[in-house]
């Protein structure tokens, strides 16, 4: 983890079979939402770490699909703030796009 122009910086990599297509980035976003519901202000963005510049809100699904993140990708998380919460909430989001992506799969859903 790391600190730039006031924001938090961790890199991960996306482990998920498929990369961050639809689900995936529904789900990111769905994760996120709720952190835009504390704080109004905040800013949470997934970027490649070849092109840190080109970022995607994660609190748009069509953003984070326009990354084209598949398997083996190394993205950069980026949140607004270094304080713990920051720190909190970087890592949360590394830790998910790093996962599998569970609920979000591709498999439909078993019947019961």
Excluded at 25 to 33: D, E, H, L, M, T
Excluded at 69 to 95: H, M, N, W
Aim: contains cysteine.
């Amino acid at each position: 983890m790391r600190y730039e122009n006031g924001f938090t910086i961790e890199e991960t990599t996306v482990t998920n079979e498929p990369g961050i297509h639809a689900r995936p980035s529904a789900f990111i976003v769905k994760r996120c939402n709720p952190y835009l519901v504390e704080n109004k202000n905040i800013e949470i963005y997934l970027a490649k770490t070849k092109s840190p510049e080109e970022k995607a809100s994660c609190f748009s699904i069509m953003d984070l699909m326009t990354l084209e993140a598949s398997r083996g990708t190394k993205l950069l998380v980026y949140i607004k703030g270094t304080d713990e919460r920051a720190q909190r909430i970087c890592r949360e989001v590394s830790d998910l796009v790093s996962g599998d992506f569970e609920g979000a799969s591709n498999k439909p859903a078993s019947k019961i």
